[in-house]
């Protein structure tokens, strides 16, 4: 039987940029598209109104948070991702393969998964592309990842081969265990996406991607990037990706979040993108504006009566000075975090959206131009 595959349409391209439509059961993604992240069922201070108003569109959950509290049962019996959240569009549940293996010191890893302790308790925990395929089943996302190795920056040449000999053979396993559940979840049916590995070897990128290509997953994204690496070797690596990658299946960078680097892989055919550095910034009293960061800690802010950025249209930029919003981070009221957050994401939606208006009326270069000046 074949996977669920949901509807992905290029609308337009520029160079390798791509401005497309992902139609989910729960709505419609334009794309080039920024998923905030809301690790334990929620965008820390973001209510789903004003997650819609910032022009989020998908919402990342995460699978290994989520399985250790409240437990994926919990979450099913509740009714699932999107009514325990009030999020009623499209919701990317990850594997929890990233935040298993940033616990190596206290986990054993084998070809079966992986045995680790939980954060929460200490309880020993496993976690196999089985466990992970009926985890997310249980949650109900839309898109649903597979159970990959994702190797540290200062992983061994022999570790990296490992690690992406490992990571076909779990995603064989994680298709399979998608395909016996009828590629359905607690909410209806579910996109899986495999996950290219390989470090910045190009070989090794080539020979995850051939494993992968040849299980024909609906959908792929890169893995393993943006944890410590040259930036400039992993946009080569991107690149390679994009390039062997089918035009007509969705991709999606795992965990780059700063502007310039959403634009480089955009401009480099990624269609989707997260990270949480929008949201921990602004939770550390750091503002992105069109002028590049604007950390609201600084005394120079105290008594200015300007907004953020003047034309945002966030509630913090609209509402509030620059003195008042620095009195609520330096003070740690819950008010500045939720302004902050809420005007980090609405900058990025709006930058991703000019973004996409550019690659559709051919003027991507200029505009990213524009953007990596300014930044």
């Given amino acids: 039987m074949s996977l669920p595959i949901f509807p992905f349409t290029l609308e337009g391209t520029d160079g390798q940029a791509?401005?497309?439509?992902?139609?989910t059961p729960h709505g419609t993604a334009l794309t080039p598209c920024f998923m905030p992240v809301g690790t334990k069922g929620t965008v820390k201070t973001m209510t789903p109104e004003r997650l819609c108003v910032a022009g989020a569109q998908i919402i990342l959950a995460n699978t290994y948070h989520l399985a250790l509290?409240?437990?994926?049962?919990?979450?099913?019996?509740?009714g699932g991702l999107h009514r325990f959240m009030g999020w009623q569009g499209p919701i990317l549940t990850d594997s929890g393969g990233f935040q298993v293996f940033s616990l190596l010191d206290t986990a054993r890893v084998t070809d079966e998964g992986v045995s680790f302790r939980s954060i929460y308790d200490g309880s020993h925990q496993f976690f196999s592309p089985e466990r992970s395929m009926e985890v997310q089943h249980s949650l109900g996302a839309d898109i649903v990842m597979c159970f990959d190795e994702c190797a540290p920056a200062t992983a061994t040449a022999t570790q990296l081969e490992q690690a992406v000999e490992r990571t076909g053979r779990w995603a064989a396993r994680c298709r399979e265990a998608h395909r016996r559940a009828d590629g359905r979840g607690v909410d209806g049916p579910q996109m899986l996406l495999g996950i290219v590995q390989g470090g910045v070897d190009p070989a090794l990128r080539r020979r995850s991607l051939e494993g992968l290509l040849a299980l024909d997953f609906?959908?792929?994204?890169?893995?393993?990037?943006?944890?410590?690496?040259?930036?400039?070797?992993?946009?080569?690596?991107t690149s390679l990706c994009t390039g062997s990658l089918p035009a007509h299946r969705v991709r999606y960078f795992m965990g780059i979040g700063d502007p310039a680097g959403i634009l480089e892989v955009i401009s480099r055919g990624v269609d989707l993108f997260d990270c949480v550095?929008?949201?921990?910034?602004?939770?550390?009293?750091?503002?992105?504006?069109a002028r590049g960061r604007v950390n609201l800690r600084n005394a120079a802010h105290a008594t200015s009566s300007e907004p953020l950025e003047e034309g945002c249209p966030c509630t913090a930029c609209?509402?509030?000075s620059?003195?008042?919003?620095?009195?609520?981070?330096?003070?740690?009221?819950?008010l500045g975090l939720a302004l902050l957050t809420e005007h980090n994401l609405?900058?990025?939606?709006?930058?991703?959206?000019?973004?996409?208006?550019?690659?559709?009326?051919?003027?991507?270069?200029?505009y990213k131009g524009e953007w990596t000046t300014a930044w």
Avoid at 69 to 78: C, D, F, K, T
């Fill in 277 to 289: 550095l929008p949201t921990r910034t602004a939770r550390m009293g750091t503002a992105w504006t």
């Fill in 18 to 23: 791509r401005a497309g439509r992902l139609e």
């Fill in 218 to 237: 609906p959908g792929y994204a890169i893995g393993g990037l943006s944890v410590g690496e040259e930036r400039s070797r992993m946009l080569h690596i």
């Fill in 346 to 366: 609405t900058f990025l939606g709006r930058l991703v959206a000019g973004a996409r208006t550019a690659i559709l009326n051919g003027s991507f270069a200029a």
């Fill in 318 to 320: 609209r509402t509030f």
């Fill in 322 to 334: 620059r003195g008042a919003l620095r009195h609520f981070v330096m003070q740690k009221e819950i």
């Fill in 69 to 78: 509290r409240p437990g994926a049962e919990v979450v099913a019996a509740l």
